[in-house]
C-alpha cells in the first residue's frame, strides 16, 4: 500500500512499482462566468524516488496549480477537465477522505513559500512538530521531536523547540517548515518556491538541506520556482511552463546548455548574472583582516567636486532611543548620473537609509546634503513636511510592490497628474499632454490614462510608478527593490526602460536589491551594507572581481545562476568574522572600500 | 457604483427592495393613504380589518393603515439625517486619527472610549429632558452617541490602509494631512464606511422608535410607528393590527438593512478595486 510511510527509507518498493509520482496528461481549468478557462494543458512528468523534478516558469504559468495536485489539492472553481496524478501508483484525486489525509503529509508533504505564516503562531515549535508527527500516527517523544530539529541543523534545538514562530528567523522558520514536511517521512516532497523569501546565504543554506535530505530520505522531490538559478542548482529533470504547457522537459544540465524552445532562450538571457568574471576570485576575502588598517576617510569622499549630487556622512538612523540602531554611521556619495546600488539582506538597514533621504524617516545623527544642478540644494536629514517643495522634488521615490503604491481607486491618468500639479512642473493646461507623454515615455499607450490600477499587468503598474516618479522632475531616484515582485522577463524590461530614462534625463539613482545578479547589471558603484553597517564599497568591477569581505564574499559565493549543477560549497551557516568596531578600511584599488574584520576565532 | 455591486447576491437585492418599499411608502403616504392619519372618529373607534378600515381602526377611531404608512416619516427622516451626519463626521475624524495618531490619536480615542462608556438611551433620556424633543435636538444628540463608535470601527481599517505605499508614495511628496485623507485613505475604505451606514442606519431607526415609545420622540397626536405601539399595546388583543402594522413596519426597514449590509460587506469584503476582478 503506497500510504506505508515507511517506504522512504528504502527504495525497493518504490523502484518496483515505477516511478514515485507519474502526472499523466493532467488539465486543469477553472470556471469564470460561464467559460472554462484553462490552467494546465496535457501536463506530464515522472519523478522517481531520490529524484529532483523542477518546473520552472512565471507567474501565471499553472506550475503552483500543478504541483499542489500532487497533494490531491485544487483551488475553489479550478477542476480537473483531463488525465490523472498517480502517487505511488494511486490516483490521488480517487482517495477517500480517510486515505486523503494520510496523503497529505504522510506520503506526500509540501513547503510552501512563506513558513513564517505556516506555521501557527500561538503554538510553540516543538508542539507544532509533535503534532505533524502524531497526526500520522507515528510514535512522538521529545527526543524525536528535538531530533526532527537537529536533522535541519537548527542549534540549540531544546530551547528553539520551546521557542513560538515569531521568535525565530525567516530561514529559521522555513527550517522548521521543512522539518515539519519531512517529519512523517514522505516518500514525495513538494517545494513550492521554498526559498523566495529568503536572503542568499539562508537560501543557499536551506536548498543544500534539502537536497541532502531528500537524498538521504530517497524521496521524489518536486521544486516549482521561478528562480532558474534554483532549480538549475537542484533539479536533474526541469521542465519549463508556459500558458499552463509544459513546452521543454529535458536533463537538467542539456536544459542550460542547449535550450531547444524559444522562450526558454528568451527566459535564460533575461536572467541578470554576475557573469563569469566574479566567481573564482569572489570567494578568497582578503588576508589577515583586522590588523592592516588603513587610515583613508570612510567611503572615498576625496573628491568633493560639483559632481557629488548627495553626501551623507555619519548617518545613524534609529526607531527607538535604545537597542541598536537600524543605521550606523553610513557614509555614502552618490555622483551626477551614477547608479548607486545598496546590497544587503532584509534588516540590514538598506530600505531605512532609502527612506530616511526621502524624508520618510528622520536621521538620528549625521548629514544628508544634496546638490542639485540647478543650484537647489539642502539638507536632507529633515523629515519631509520640514523639506522645500524643491528639495522634495528632486528626490522621488519608485517602490518595490507596484500593486499597493498605487491607489486602487484613482486613475492612471490621476496618479500621474498629482505630482504635476504639487509641483507645478507644467502650467494647468499642459498637464493631460504631459500625462500623455510621460504615459509614452514609460512604454505605455496614452490611452492607459483612464485605466484603473488593477486594469494593468504588475509590468504596467510598475511602469507607471515610474512615470509618476518622472513626473516631479527629479534628480535622484530612489529605487527600492523595485523589481523583486516581478518576472524574469518583466524585470528585464523594467531595468532598461530605467537605465535609459536615467540617461536621457541625467539622473542618479539609488539602487536598493538584494539581488546581486541585478546590481551587476544596472549599477555603477554597489554598497555592502549588514545589520545597519556600512561593509564595503566600490566601483561594482571591483566589488564583484573582490578581494571582499568576508560577509560580500559569502554573499557571493551563495549565488546561484542558471546552468549552475551543484549547489554551493556548504556555504558559511554561522558568519565566521565579527565586526571589528570601530575599525578602520582597506581600500584594495582606489575607490573600493572595504570594513575591516576579525576572525570569529579570535573572540 | 452599478457595477460593483452587481452580484451582492438575493439577500442584498431583498434588502434594497424592503428599504426603497418602507422609504417610497413614507415618501408617497400623503397622496396613497386613504384617511387623515390624525383624523378620529369615536363611532368607529377598536375596529378589526373591514373593506373600509384595511386593518382597522385604533381607539380613537383613527384609520391604522393610514397611520402605519405615515408613522415611517418622522422615524426614517431623523434615521436618514442622524445617520448620514454621524458617518460622515466619523469617517473623516476616523481617517484622520488613524493618519495622524500620536497624541491627537490618544486624545480623539479616549473621548470615544468615555462616549462609548455612557449607554446610549439613557444619554438620550437626558439630552431630550433638558432640550426637549425638536427633530434636531434628537438628531445631533444621535450624532453624538453614535459617531464615536463609526470613528472606532473606520480608524481600524484606516490603519490598515495608511501602511500602504500610495500613501506613503503622497506623504514623499509632501502631501498634507486633509488631500492624504480626502484623496488616498477614504476612498479606499468606502466599503466599510458604505456597510457602516446600514448597519447605524438600523440602529439609529430602532432607537428613533423606542424613544418616542418611551414617550420622548415623537409627540401625540402625530402618527409614528414607536408612539403606535406605545398607545395601542393595551389592546394588542382587541385590535391586534394596531400594534402589529408598525411593528412589522420597523420589522422590515430593519431587516432590509442588515439584508444590504450583510450583502454590501460579502460583495465588498474583498476588494475589488485590489483583487481587480470587476
Known sequence: MSIETGLAGDMEPVAATGDAVRVEKLSISYRAGRALVPVATEVSFAIAAGQTFGLVGESGSGKSTVARTLLAKLRAGSSITGGRVLVAGQDVFGLDPARLRALRGGTVALVAQNAGQSLTPSMRVGTQIHEALTSHGLRADRADVLRALDQVRLPNVKDLARRYPHELSGGQQQRVGIAMAIAARPSVLVLDEPTTA????????????????????????????????????????????????????????????????????????????????????????????????????????????????????????SYHASGPPAVDSVDLEIRRGETLAIVGESGSGKSTLAWSLAGLTAATSGTMRVHGDTGTGGDLARPVARRSRELRQLVQLIFQNADTSLNPRRSVAAAIRRPLRLFGTVARARERGRVEELLTEVGLPASFGKRLPAQLSGGQRQRVGIARALAAAPELIIADEITTALDVSVQADILELLSGLQKSHGLSTLFISHDLAVVADVADRVMVMKNGRLLEVGDVADVFSGPNHPYTASLLAAVLEPGDLELPQSPAEEQDWIDDNPGGWLEPSPGHLIRTWKGAGNR | MKATLRGAGPAFTI????????????????????????????????????????????????????????????????????????????????????????????????????????????????????????????????????????????????????????????????????????????????????????????????????????????????PDWGLMVAENRTALTVVPWATLGPVAALASFVIGLHLTSDGLGKRLGVDRAMTGVK
Open chain 2, 15 to 222: 434588502g434594497i427592495v424592503l428599504i426603497l418599499g418602507n422609504v417610497l411608502l413614507a415618501l408617497l403616504a400623503p397622496w396613497i393613504s386613504p384617511y387623515d392619519p390624525v383624523a378620529s372618529d369615536s363611532a368607529a373607534a377598536l375596529q378589526g380589518p373591514s373593506g373600509a378600515h384595511w386593518l382597522g381602526t385604533d381607539m380613537y377611531g383613527r384609520d391604522i393603515l393610514s397611520r402605519t404608512l405615515n408613522g415611517g416619516r418622522y422615524a426614517l427622516q431623523v434615521t436618514f439625517l442622524a445617520t448620514t451626519i454621524a458617518v460622515a463626521a466619523g469617517a473623516l475624524l476616523g481617517c484622520l486619527v488613524a493618519y495622524l495618531g500620536g497624541w491627537f490619536d490618544d486624545v480623539v480615542m479616549r473621548v470615544v472610549d468615555a462616549i462609548l462608556s455612557v449607554p446610549t438611551i439613557l444619554a438620550l433620556l437626558v439630552v431630550v429632558s433638558v432640550l426637549g424633543s425638536g427633530m434636531w435636538v434628537i438628531v445631533l444628540a444621535v450624532v453624538v452617541v453614535y459617531t464615536p463608535a463609526v470613528i472606532r470601527v473606520v480608524r481600524g481599517a484606516a490603519r490598515s490602509v495608511k501602511s500602504l505605499d500610495y500613501v506613503t508614495a503622497a506623504k514623499a511628496r509632501g502631501e498634507r494631512a486633509g488631500p492624504i485623507v480626502v484623496r488616498e485613505i477614504l476612498p479606499n475604505v468606502s466599503d466599510v464606511v458604505l456597510v457602516e451606514y446600514a448597519m447605524r442606519a438600523s440602529w439609529v431607526v430602532l432607537l428613533i422608535s423606542t424613544l418616542s415609545f418611551l414617550g420622548f420622540g415623537a409627540n401625540p397626536p402625530a
Open chain 1, 198 to 317: 529568503l536572503d542568499v546565504v539562508t537560501q543557499a543554506a536551506v536548498l543544500r538541506l534539502v537536497k541532502d535530505l531528500s537524498r538521504e530520505l530517497q524521496t521524489a522531490t518536486l521544486i516549482v520556482s521561478h528562480d532558474l538559478g534554483v532549480v538549475s542548482g537542484m533539479a536533474d529533470q526541469v521542465a519549463v511552463m508556459r500558458h499552463g504547457r509544459i513546452l521543454e522537459s529535458r536533463p537538467t544540465a542539456k536544459l542550460f546548455a542547449d535550450p531547444e524552445h524559444e522562450y526558454t532562450r528568451q527566459l535564460l538571457r533575461d536572467v541578470p548574472t554576475l557573469g563569469a568574471r566574479s566567481r573564482a576570485e569572489a570567494v578568497a576575502p582578503v588576508a589577515g583582516g583586522g590588523t592592516n588598517q588603513d587610515p583613508e576617510p570612510p567611503s572615498g569622499t576625496g573628491n568633493q567636486g560639483s559632481d557629488v549630487l548627495l553626501s551623507c556622512e555619519n548617518v545613524s538612523i
